[in-house]
């Protein structure tokens, strides 16, 4: 979990860099919206987990719902985007340094769409859902009360280790070998290995009530054939 956030957060500051155009400020906006959605999403799982009972589930449904929306982000913005209102708008912007001088005071529409709007699209709400799984992550390693502190332990550690690793990879491998867009669309298929994986123990391992059953049975497939079907309408690198 903590590889795959440092590694989506990776190749989406790289994005949302080239987006808005360096300034002094850019790291510390956009690090400040990341740390405040997978804070909030955080709350929100910490109220989720103590409600739900197969939280092993939940916690793979989370991730594989994160790689779905950030798959469908990026199509939004680079695909649709243009052709429904916005290419004007898209044209003017990438025809002129951006935020590189800094934000101009009078230009609030530009902000609030390339400096706010885009990286909620294309982070806020994967981040979050990745927030939201956490607490999931901790119940999970934590129902042994024998031990909880050497569990609690292992999931930080792997947290740190993770996020150390997972920049490292997405900075100088994942980039570099396949591109800002490749990067984004190899990790969003791998999240589809966690809907799948959530699939077969939902309806074969847990015996979970007969209407799950058939609700899991009917949707999860349909989610995974809809992560397949936006990861190939995924931009290239030329066309991002």
Known sequence: DATDQSVYAGSTLGLLDAIARSNSYSFSLILAIYLGVWGLGAAIGAGLVRRTVDHRSWYLWLQFASGLVAAGALVLVVRIAP??????????????????????????????????????????????????????????????????????????????????????IAGFVLIDWFG???????????????????????????????????????????AVVALVALVALSPSNDEL
């Open 83 to 168: 052709h429904v209102g916005l290419g004007s708008t898209y044209e003017r912007w990438f025809d002129s340094d951006g935020f590189a001088p800094g934000y101009p005071e009078d230009q609030w529409g530009d902000i609030a769409m390339f400096a706010l709007g885009a990286p909620a699209i294309l982070m806020g709400v994967p981040v979050m859902l990745l927030g939201i799984a956490y607490p999931f992550a901790q119940a999970i390693v934590t129902q042994d009360l024998g031990r909880l502190g050497r569990a609690t332990g292992a999931v930080i550690a792997s947290n740190i280790v993770g996020s150390v690793g997972g920049t490292l």
């Open 180 to 222: 800002t867009a490749g990067t984004f669309t190899l990790l969003c298929a791998t999240l589809g290995l966690a809907g799948i994986a959530a699939i077969v123990p939902s309806v074969r391992g847990h015996r979970p009530p007969p209407g799950r059953i058939t609700l899991v049975r009917r949707t999860g497939p349909i």
